[in-house]
């Protein structure tokens, strides 16, 4: 499509060089170490980054090679990848969840000539990968080096440290690779169950990086904390490559349930997460707040109005001297103090890889901390649309960024409201690897990328995802369901940690809930209710509390939208059981494969 955008990058190494030379002072990745955080510095990162260049180059990595990484984020990750990317090469991550026969499979399937992984038990599975055949008789013959990033490689494969010191000893200096090169292939679930390698170039990332300095320049004051997996690209692109052009620190959370920790000592202005960590917030402030005195509550209530109030003469374009005071009270007193779980220096917050709930984001937006969410694909780069400064839209993923043009297929529904989100642009991705009828299928006769999510344009332009065609079933009264949306609002329940809807050709909805046992069992405890794990779901009360739950939060749906039935369990979705990917998105088939027996037994 046509577009007037001029990119500021055309490539990563364009973004690195400008970054590390302008701010080679400047912290940019924080690690905690011994109890204490230290920093890596623009112009450390730069010198790195040279090292295992040319340690690469020496092991014969050049241009047109793949070099995989397994690991978590550390700053080695970006070590890896702008090396990677300074010799023309592209990365492949993969993420230390996954299984030992996906790592060998993406690595065979893009042919990667090296792989760093995170330490000497992920090598052992590779190099077990290496000489055993897989399911088709071939090995992966083009694998030459593993490298491990913890001490102890041993005889087996080579350590971080020697490929630092190989690189001392040879350097190699960075290449130049042109805008349609690929610098990353990042596989995502396909519909046969086997990964898809998305190949994603340097113009891709460049530009979507470029794209966002337009709408949301940030300063190199700011600072996040890291842990949404750079493996993926929302994590990649929004936060390592977009921070980094910015002059922006990080600071990378030690695990999951160190977060809250992390926050208040690294104390970040910005924040990029997926729903699931705001759901959470929203549900500990709640539950904070009904266990309260009754006057705690009553403030934090009227507080909350306030809020409410303000805005809604701001989009009548009035003041009031009242409301302004009161609201400088209740932000010291009330909204300040919640901010403070976060470091107390939190200004916006950045939404992404799911749809987050209106409730929250509102909710999180009164105690002061800005949300823009916005919408892409692994395909895309990731960003499509987002909401920016002076373009925000509650409940909306934005408008299209600069360069991006975002269309509706009303014929791939049938819906005349809601239509396929059809994307253009220079984030839309190369292509799958070595799979052309999948290109085939979601590529349109003049370059579009088919989303496969649904969704509609309001008359400023800003889109609206109400779910996604592949998810959406009929009910037998012919009404069409999509039950994302409806599960993370049933999600909102403290009481509910996961949540499936289903109704396939059925009279009605019902839902597999998977019950949050720690607070059940507080719960169950405080009421006289005897008995503790699954044998407490099966308590009539326990019942009767969990099916309170999901019709308070579900009070909104539409009347064929309703749960009729439920069924509790306690085992929840996770990566390890395979019933989430990695980027925590629900395989609908893999629990119906182990819970669609007792779904049907709900009818």
């Not at 020496?58 to 550390?74: E, H, K, M, Y």
């Not at 893009?110 to 071939?138: F, H, M, Q, S, Y």
């Not at 690929?182 to 679930?189: E, R």
């Not at 019933?579 to 709900?602: C, D, F, I």
């Amino acid at each position: 499509m046509p577009t007037t955008f001029k990119p500021q990058y055309e490539t990563l190494c364009a973004v690195f060089d400008a970054s590390t030379q302008k701010y080679a002072d400047r912290p940019l990745f924080g690690t905690k170490q011994r109890g204490e955080w230290q920093w890596m510095t623009y112009g450390q990162f730069a010198r790195e980054v040279a090292e295992v260049r040319a340690g690469l180059a020496s092991l014969g990595v050049g241009n047109g090679d793949r070099v995989g990484i397994i690991a978590n984020n550390r700053p080695e990750w970006a070590v890896g990848a702008y090396a990677t990317y300074g010799l023309g090469a592209a990365y492949v991550p993969m993420y230390e969840s996954q299984m030992p026969t996906e790592w060998a499979y993406i690595l065979k399937d893009c042919g990667a000539r090296a792989v760093i992984v995170a330490n000497a038990k992920i090598r052992d599975a590779i190099l077990a990968a290496k000489a055993a055949p897989d399911e088709d008789g071939t090995h992966l013959t083009e694998l030459e080096h593993v490298i491990v990033l913890d001490a102890g490689a041993g005889e087996k494969g080579m350590g971080w440290a020697a490929l630092r010191d190989a690189g001392k000893k040879a350097p190699a200096p960075a290449i130049t690779p042109a805008p349609s090169d690929v610098a990353c292939f990042i596989y995502t679930s396909g519909t046969t169950g086997k990964p898809k390698g998305v190949k994603l170039t340097h113009a891709n990332f460049a530009c979507n990086v470029s794209a966002m300095h337009e709408v949301f320049p940030m300063s190199p004051e700011d600072r996040s904390l890291s842990f949404l997996p750079w493996a993926h690209s929302f994590g990649q692109t929004a936060e390592l490559h977009m921070l980094f052009s910015m002059g922006a620190s990080m600071g990378i959370a030690e695990a999951v349930d160190k977060i809250l920790d992390n926050l208040k000592e690294v104390q970040p202005t910005l924040l990029f997460s997926v729903p699931r960590i705001f759901n959470r917030l929203y549900d500990r402030v709640n539950k904070q707040v009904s266990t309260s005195p009754g006057w705690r509550q009553a403030i934090f209530r009227s507080a909350m109005k306030n809020v409410v109030t303000r805005k809604r003469l701001a989009e009548q374009r009035r003041t009031s001297g009242t409301a302004d005071l009161k609201q400088r009270v209740f932000d010291k007193l009330v909204f300040q103090k919640i901010r403070d779980l976060f470091g107390g220096r939190l200004k916006y917050a950045f939404s992404g890889g799911a749809a987050i709930s209106r409730e929250v984001a509102e909710f999180i937006d009164n105690l002061g901390i800005v949300v823009y969410e916005g919408y892409g694909l692994t395909e895309t780069s990731p960003i499509a649309t987002a909401n920016w400064p002076g373009a925000r839209k509650i409940g909306s993923v934005g408008k299209a960024i600069p360069g991006v043009t975002i269309k509706i297929d009303l014929t791939a529904t049938g819906d005349p409201k809601n239509g396929e989100i059809v994307v253009y642009g220079h984030n839309v991705m190369q292509g799958y690897h070595a799979l052309p009828e999948e290109n085939d299928k979601v590529f349109t006769s003049d370059g579009g990328f088919r989303t496969g999510d649904m969704g509609y344009l309001d008359e400023e332009g800003f889109l609206y995802i109400t779910g996604r065609i592949k998810e959406q079933y009929k009910l037998e009264n012919g009404k069409y369901v999509a039950p994302a949306p409806l599960e993370e609002l049933i999600k909102l329940s403290g009481f509910v940690a996961n949540a499936m809807v289903y109704g396939d050709n059925k009279p009605y909805n019902v839902a597999l809930v998977v019950a949050n046992m720690a607070e059940v069992q507080k719960w169950a405890d405080a009421h006289g209710v005897s008995g503790s794990g699954a044998a407490l779901l099966e308590n009539d009360k326990v019942q009767a509390l969990l099916r309170e739950e999901v019709d308070k939060h579900s009070a909104d749906f539409k009347q064929f939208e309703k749960i009729k039935k439920i069924k509790l369990i306690s085992e929840d979705f996770t990566v390890d059981n395979g019933m989430l990917t990695p980027k925590m998105s629900l395989k609908r088939r893999v629990v119906m494969q182990r819970y669609g027996e007792a779904l049907q037994t709900l009818y």
